[in-house]
């Protein structure tokens, strides 16, 4: 269907140019610029609800800690990767909730794998003023979604809600605080260990349900070769090469609705493309338009998206051609 068409179109445009590299990145660690710390830091983790009460019992997905830091140096972590941030400037910290390894810390040589996790979810980058303004407008608008502040005195507050991939690197689950983009800081190096519990909390929305299935083969090669991948939020979820919707609730209008994100993109996000939320919209004659909310331009994400018509079915129950490619409605 044009979902997999457009998204494919846009990444396979990359891959000519980037492919190769970012290959090979992944194969070898990406070279960094020493960091030269020079300040004497004395850090300090707690982490609280939102109405200030220590975490102290087990966490589940949706709920949101609080986490708040004291005795970093702004200016601290100026080495670590070339891209995104431009070398001399402080990179700031990651504050992840995860399940990572014993061996997780970067002064102590771990591999970037141990602190494997998803940039858009659970995750803040607290960085000082001025860091994300200096990074290159290919990379900000998609990095901005996860940044948060570090004040000048080196505190901070990173709010956080839970939400664990469904695999993660290890399986010691709590806060970790660590230089971003490639530092090495060992005096920002922090793990607050916090338990998590699968089963569902107050705050857990509900679980996705495979009720619009979509193929997304061809964009999920094409991602993976261009160092990316294709993720899900909110009601929307990969079952293998395929991406599943949610039916969302009836607005009595004769449109039945679907609910959830899927972001297909390459490394960095340098290419972004998002589609949300597919409708199918009566035609008459036993024929449905569907309809989704697509990103606007290649590298926009979901921060810019209109709906457009996608094609059209001759059913709302089965698996039906669209575009040289399938979909199939429960």
Request: net charge negative.
């Amino acid at each position: 269907m044009r979902l997999a068409l457009g998204f494919s179109t846009v990444l396979l445009t990359v891959c000519a140019t980037v492919a190769v590299p970012l290959v090979a990145a992944g194969e070898t660690r990406m070279p960094t610029i020493p960091d030269n710390n020079q300040a004497q830091e004395h850090t300090r983790i707690t982490v609280t609800t939102e109405s200030g009460e220590p975490v102290t019992g087990p966490v589940h997905r949706g709920d949101v800690l609080l986490v708040h830091g004291s005795g970093f140096d702004p200016q601290a972590n100026k080495g670590g990767f070339p891209i995104p941030v431009p070398p001399g400037t402080p990179n700031g910290v990651f504050v992840v909730y995860s399940a990572f390894p014993e061996w997780w810390k970067p002064s102590e040589n771990a591999p970037e794998s141990h602190r494997k996790h998803p940039h858009d979810r659970g995750i803040a980058w607290m960085m000082p003023a001025g860091t994300l303004e200096s990074i290159p407008s290919a990379f900000r608008r998609s990095i901005a979604r996860q940044t948060q502040t570090m004040n000048p005195d080196g505190t901070f507050t990173a709010r956080l809600v839970v939400d664990p991939p469904a695999q993660t690197p290890g399986d010691r689950w709590g806060v970790y605080v660590y230089a971003g983009a490639g530092s090495v800081n060992p005096a920002e190096e922090t793990f607050v260990p916090i338990p998590f519990s699968s089963d569902p909390g107050p705050n857990t929305p509900p679980a996705a349900t495979p009720d619009f299935t979509i193929d997304a083969v061809t964009v999920t090669q094409v991602a993976h070769a261009a160092g990316g991948n294709v993720t899900t939020k909110n009601g929307a979820a990969r079952d293998g090469d395929r991406v599943t919707f949610s039916r969302a609730a009836d607005a009595g209008d004769g449109i039945i609705r679907y609910r959830g994100v899927a972001v297909a993109a390459v490394k960095y996000n340098v290419v972004e493309v998002a589609v949300a939320d597919p409708w199918l919209e009566p035609r008459g004659n036993g024929m449905w338009a569907v309809t989704a909310e697509v990103s606007t331009g290649a590298d926009v994400g979901p921060d810019s998206m209109v709906r457009r018509e996608l094609g059209t079915i001759s059913g709302t129950t089965g698996t039906f051609p669209l575009l040289g490619s399938s979909v199939t409605v429960r």
